[in-house]
């Protein structure tokens, strides 16, 4: 396989991870089958592969830690409205005691590790479509 069609399938790979958007966990599922049908063409295209797949594995892994985190604030503020109506359960948007900023505080992380996946998918893209071997940061290695 010549090199422009190699750092095109890579640039592929890389960002496919937006059909997540679309799909229900196609970040992850798409850019596996591409690496799968392409990694026995060159090294760099199982490299890169391979590296867009732990990203996106890595990734889904601390949004879902971070969205269990939101759990506690929930639970708190359902507890407390209980408590302080008397058993009386109706849902208010009172947030007085600090449940709401715990709530968005964790929301805007979430957000901004969104943003943070779109900027590395593009660079990762842009880097590979140039021939060059990116490593996305913090990255767990589940296929090595």
Same mark, same amino acid.
Do not use: C
């Given at each position: 396989?010549?090199?422009?069609?190699?750092?095109?399938? %890579?640039?592929?790979?890389? $960002? *496919?991870?937006?059909?997540?958007?679309? /799909?229900?966990?196609? @970040? #992850? =599922?798409?850019?596996?089958?591409?690496?799968?049908?392409?990694?026995?063409?060159?090294?760099?295209?199982?490299?890169?592969?391979?590296? %867009?797949?732990?990203?996106? $594995? *890595?990734?889904?892994?601390?949004?879902? /830690?971070?969205?269990? @985190? #939101? =759990?506690?604030?929930?639970?708190?503020?359902?507890?407390?409205?209980?408590?302080?109506?008397?058993?009386?359960?109706?849902?208010?948007?009172?947030?007085?005691?600090?449940?709401?900023?715990?709530?968005?505080?964790?929301?805007?992380?979430? @957000?901004?590790?969104?943003?943070?996946?779109?900027?590395?998918?593009?660079?990762?893209?842009?880097?590979?479509?140039?021939?060059?071997?990116?490593?996305?940061?913090?990255?767990?290695?589940?296929?090595?």
């Amino acid at each position: 396989m010549n090199r422009n069609n190699e750092n095109t399938n %890579a640039f592929l790979i890389h $960002i *496919s991870a937006f059909s997540g958007y679309l /799909i229900p966990f196609g @970040s #992850i =599922i798409v850019p596996l089958v591409l690496w799968q049908t392409m990694k026995d063409r060159s090294r760099f295209l199982d490299e890169q592969g391979k590296e %867009a797949v732990n990203f996106n $594995i *890595s990734y889904a892994l601390y949004i879902f /830690i971070l969205g269990l @985190s #939101i =759990i506690p604030f929930a639970f708190s503020t359902i507890l407390r409205h209980i408590r302080h109506n008397n058993y009386d359960f109706h849902f208010d948007f009172d947030y007085g005691d600090g449940g709401l900023f715990g709530f968005f505080g964790v929301a805007s992380i979430i @957000s901004l590790l969104s943003l943070v996946k779109i900027a590395l998918i593009i660079i990762a893209a842009l880097k590979s479509k140039e021939g060059e071997n990116y490593k996305y940061p913090f990255t767990i290695k589940f296929i090595k």
